[in-house]
């Protein structure tokens, strides 16, 4: 029997053309993301390992949560109130993988939320061995003059400020082998003239990401980096309008955007000592077949 998500059964654009209010509804997107990865086959490789991923309730945090339960670990994930319905589905399917899921609902911008999920985390759980900082906020717009203060200080609160709060108050709890993993994006290698102010924080956030990994290397805690391109989640149908969104991902080698689910095992790559104990301060883009990156 071929799996449901095999190569070529992956969505191609045109994708129908379809646009929702941020900040998305996964269940709403036609076809539906693809996080369950059937063709991915757990090892143990995080086993009884604690993961905290923010953003985990749909896109690419949902797909790393299941993958994450899939390899052995217990997983704790951030939401906003208005993304309670996706984050209580990426729980059951977490669940189903036959581990513990722990809901953390509010706003990253919020510096006592940011500690809070580490101290919630950790007295749920017991430990914590793994960060995956993933939450992000985007919006196009059609020059420098268009985004405002509001727009400007939404994109970096949440986009690094965020990961910089809860990085910080992970690290003191963080052991010996644990690892941390941010979400970049090719913007922040290429820039992108839509997305200016999203872009600067992808570029912070990949050199937050090697500067901490410098910080931290002594103390025996990696970081790293996953970059994608795009990627078929609810941040893109939010933001952009029905038709941009019906050519997303067209115009990279591979002419479709990423399903989340082939995403995901980059994460769980860094998350495994026994893939990546060598690895620390490495950005890895994942483009669909674009070789240009840096």
């Known amino acids: 029997m071929t799996p449901v998500s095999s190569t070529k059964s992956r969505p191609k654009n045109p994708l129908p053309p379809q646009h929702q209010s941020r900040p998305g509804d996964e269940s709403k997107m036609t076809p539906a993301p693809r996080y369950k990865a059937p063709d ?6 995080l086993l009884n390992k604690i993961a905290l991923i923010t953003g985990g309730d749909s896109g690419i945090g949902r797909a790393v949560a299941v993958l994450f339960a899939r390899e052995g670990a217990n997983v704790a994930i951030t939401y906003l109130p208005a ?9 059951e399917a977490v669940m189903d993988e036959g581990r513990e899921c722990l809901l953390l609902e509010g706003d990253l911008r919020n510096a006592k939320f940011c500690k809070s999920i580490v101290t919630e985390t950790v007295a749920t759980f017991g430990s914590l061995d793994v960060l995956v900082n993933n939450a992000a906020y985007q919006h196009h717009q059609g020059s420098l003059e268009d985004i405002t203060d509001e727009q400007f200080e939404e994109t970096f609160a949440t986009n690094i400020g965020g990961y910089f709060r809860v990085a910080r108050a992970a690290l003191a709890v963080l052991p010996e082998g644990g690892t941390i993993i941010n979400t970049g994006s090719i913007t922040g290698l290429e820039g992108s003239k839509e997305l200016i102010d999203y872009a600067s924080t992808k570029g912070a956030i990949h050199a937050f990401t090697k500067s901490l990994a410098q910080s931290l290397v002594a103390r025996k805690i990696r970081v790293n980096c996953v970059a994608p391109g795009p990627v078929w989640t609810p941040l893109n ?12 991902g067209g115009d990279t080698p591979m002419k ?5 689910e082939e995403i995901a095992p980059a994460f769980v790559f860094f998350a495994s000592n026994a893939c990546s104990s060598y690895i620390t301060g490495e950005v890895l883009t994942l483009l669909g077949g674009d070789t240009t990156a840096a």
């Open 40 to 45: 991915y086959q757990g090892s143990e490789k």
């Open 83 to 91: 993304e309670k319905e996706d984050a209580r589905t990426t729980a």
């Open 256 to 260: 479709r955007p990423a399903q989340p």
């Open 237 to 248: 149908v939010t933001d952009k309008n029905a038709k941009e969104v019906a050519k997303h």
